[in-house]
Nanobody
Framework: QVRLVESGGGLVQPGGSLRLSCAAS????????MAWFRQAPGKEREFVAA????????FYIDSVKGRFTISRDNAKNTLYLQMNSLKADDTAVYYC?????????WGQGTQVTVSS
């Protein structure tokens, strides 16, 4: 059974930083692409960043380019999202997801709140 567990969310002031982690278990982590999504109150879930299993190559939505960095440690079966220069608009529940072509498994989410 695949399990994804996010951690690292919290309350941070505008301009601050957080690093999210996603611990994966249940299948060979290095064989799958990983991604971060987020859902703000009253809005649909949106893609934030992805990293594939080959290369690896990374992809970001425009609003986080230059501020967020997605990375993975295959030895630790862990996905990361380093978030810098956080803005109020980044406030959301952040989810990690795993798959190939489509994302088959999702974590439970971790809350990120950017507020002064």
């Amino acid at each position: 059974q695949v399990r994804l567990v996010e951690s690292g969310g919290g309350l941070v002031q505008p301009g601050g930083s957080l690093r999210l982690s996603c611990a994966a278990s249940g299948r060979t982590f290095s064989n799958y692409g990983m991604a971060w999504f987020r859902q703000a109150p009253g809005k649909e879930r949106e893609f934030v960043a992805a990293i594939n299993w080959i290369g690896p190559s990374t992809f970001y939505i425009d609003s986080v380019k230059g501020r967020f960095t997605i990375s993975r440690d295959n030895a630790k079966n862990t996905l990361y999202l380093q978030m810098n220069s956080l803005k109020a608009d980044d406030t959301a529940v952040y989810y990690c997801a795993e798959g190939r072509g489509s994302y088959d498994y999702w974590g439970q989410g971790t809350q990120v709140t950017v507020s002064s």
